[in-house]
């Protein structure tokens, strides 16, 4: 399975006939992915790719957010992926954090809904979503739209951009860059869809949560033990302090 | 607060032309509508005109504005925008896309039908001229609230996520429309008055002859002021209830308003330039001169510098409630993770 292929998407003519080009590509390019992934058994079943992030095992190190820049050669300023670091509490009652953030590949993505040319779309067969470069036309309502602020203008190319979860490396059965650099293990990726799953048994065995889950996207990354009351932390006059290590100096 | 702002001044300006324009088309096709396509009550035909001539400008101006933000643009792709054009979806910014186009295209063809020579009510354009208002209307009422809807699709953005911002740009739209329409009668006052002395003259006006010539100015006037003040009437009790319901809530919503409550970043601009300059200033003063008619039977007439004063705070007040949204939606955003 040629995957250059599959992401060359200039070369089909109008969205739905695009759609049924990667359609056709992309099944079997999954069932390449499923079988290294999950056992053969389940490959009928529409896969779900999503990821645990257990924030105990994570200490700050930034080599995911490093990984993710080599292997996408994103634009100096921008990020997919990274770390933030929660501080909190006076001495000698606190807390340094560190939360590990990427694109959600939501069930309900409200990029997807929002975007005008339907650039940015949600595959069928893994659920995970990605943007056509050459489709998007930058108009930002993606971005806006995004509770998680994981979407970014890519200025070399002018299109929306963001964490992809490596689909040229997943569809070839192989673990996402970030993934497979976590020195922790913090990260674990696989298919949610199938209980079987080493991520499945996790989230089945451990509590879990999801970041935001008022704004009913539904995300497929989980974490283990992230702290959600920081902000309310701060606007109750705790000490906290959120460093996104982002241009984006403020989570939005 | 050091927050990017996605969109920015084309963005705010486009939302601010649009309403304009599909304001003064949705106002002068129901001028047009209510005099029959003729004179009905004054110089109607003329204010009809004037919105008709105004309308494409500013939407075309605006949307070609968008164009200007768009990422694509800025990485050399300039025609990456025709993208717009190969796919129609449910969202706002697709559905829009099509609505401005046949908007673009409509208003132009209206607008034509009131350049050709020897204008007239009953001339041989008026079919023509009468089906564009009739489609005109909704397609203008669509215009003007299809960008509320765009802002208000989105959780994320607790500040526009409200169903009212909808009624409030449409409110906006139209009195900045009429707006339109009044500076631009009033920029052309000598040569209005001296149409209607010429009308006079061949004594072909119907219904208004008890009136003298800066009397049936004015009955025109009136009719703008009149409508003027009611539509800002209907925005104020749209922005109340827009910031009542948030106000009144907990969490996200009611933190996001706060940036324009008391004591917000943006209260400033919210209270003195939209609330104030905008909306209150000039619904009094309209109100002033609307009263002595409506209440005291005298003959409506407004100073000059009146005439010209008030549609400009109106736009001003127009342009800068775009500001604040827009801006305000950026800033803030769900608290919390
Ligand atoms: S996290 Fe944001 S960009 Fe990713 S799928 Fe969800 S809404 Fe879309
Ligand atoms: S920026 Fe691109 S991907 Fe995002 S909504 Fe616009 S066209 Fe779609």
Request: overall charge positive.
């Amino acid at each position: 399975m040629d995957e250059e292929g599959l992401m060359d998407k200039s070369k089909a003519p109008s969205q739905n006939s695009r759609r049924a080009f990667l359609k056709g590509l992309g099944a079997s390019a999954t069932l390449a992915a499923a079988a290294a992934v999950r056992p053969a058994s389940a490959a009928t079943r529409p896969v779900q790719y999503g990821m645990l992030i257990d924030t105990r095992r994570c200490i700050g190190c930034h080599a995911c957010s490093v990984a993710c820049k080599a292997e996408f050669d994103v634009p100096l300023g921008n990020t997919r992926s990274w770390v933030e670091y929660v501080e909190k509490g006076e001495y000698p009652n606190v807390s340094r954090n560190f939360l590990p953030r990427l694109c959600n590949h939501c069930r309900h993505p409200n990029c997807v809904d929002v975007c005008p040319t339907g650039a940015t779309y949600k595959r069928e067969e893994d659920g995970i979503v990605v943007v056509d470069p050459d489709r998007c036309i930058g108009c930002k309502y993606c971005v806006q739209a995004c509770p998680y602020d994981a979407r970014f203008i890519n200025p070399v190319t002018g299109a929306a951009d963001k964490c992809d979860f490596c689909l040229h490396r997943v569809s070839r059965g192989i673990a996402p860059a970030c993934v497979e650099t976590c020195i922790g293990r913090a990260r674990i990726f696989g298919d949610l869809n199938d209980p079987n799953s080493e991520i499945s048994k996790k989230i089945a065995t451990n509590p879990v949560s999801v970041l935001r889950p008022g704004m009913g996207t539904e995300p497929n990354v989980y974490y283990i033990a992230a702290d959600h009351s920081d902000e309310h932390e701060r606007r109750r006059g705790s000490y906290v302090r959120v460093t996104t290590h982002r241009k984006e100096k403020e989570r939005r | 607060m050091i927050m990017e702002l996605n969109w920015g001044l084309p963005v705010i300006a486009y939302l601010f032309l649009a309403g304009v324009g599909a304001g003064a088309l949705t106002v002068s096709a129901s001028i047009l509508l209510r005099g029959g396509g003729g004179n009905f009550g004054g110089s109607h035909f003329d204010m009809a005109r004037y919105g008709a001539l105004i309308a494409p400008l500013p939407v075309m101006l605006g949307s070609g504005l968008l164009i200007l933000e768009l990422g694509s643009f800025h990485a050399g792709h300039w025609f990456r925008f025709l993208n717009l054009y190969t796919v129609i979806n449910l969202s706002p910014m697709s559905v829009g896309t099509w609505l401005l186009s046949a908007f673009i295209g409509l208003s132009l063809v209206y607008a034509y039908t009131f350049m050709v020579p020897d204008v007239a009510p009953g001339d041989r354009w008026d079919v023509l001229r009468r089906a564009c208002a009739w489609v005109g209307v909704p397609m203008g009422i669509s215009v003007a609230m299809y960008t509320g809807v765009l802002l208000g699709a989105m959780p994320s953005r607790p500040f526009w996520n409200s169903p009212v911002l909808a009624m409030i740009f449409l409110f906006s739209a139209l009195s900045t429309g009429v707006a339109a329409i009044m500076l631009a009668r009033t920029l052309f006052r000598k040569f209005q008055i001296r149409k209607l002395e010429a009308t006079a003259a061949s004594g072909s006006s119907r219904r208004t002859s008890d009136l003298d010539v800066e009397g049936q100015y004015h009955q025109s006037g009136y009719i703008l002021a009149a409508s003027d003040t009611l539509l800002i009437g209907l925005e104020l009790t749209a922005i109340f209830l827009f910031l009542i319901f948030a106000y009144l809530t907990v969490g996200d919503v009611r933190y996001a308003v706060s940036v324009i409550l008391f004591g917000g970043s943006l209260a400033g601009a919210f209270w003195f330039w939209v609330i104030f300059l905008g909306l209150m200033l000039p619904a009094l003063i309209e109100l002033y001169y609307v009263v002595q008619r409506l209440l005291l039977h005298q003959n409506f007439s407004v100073p000059l510098g009146v005439e010209f004063a008030v549609p400009v705070i109106v736009l001003i007040g127009g342009f800068m409630l775009r500001y604040v949204v827009v801006v305000a939606g950026q800033i803030t955003g769900p608290v919390g993770i």
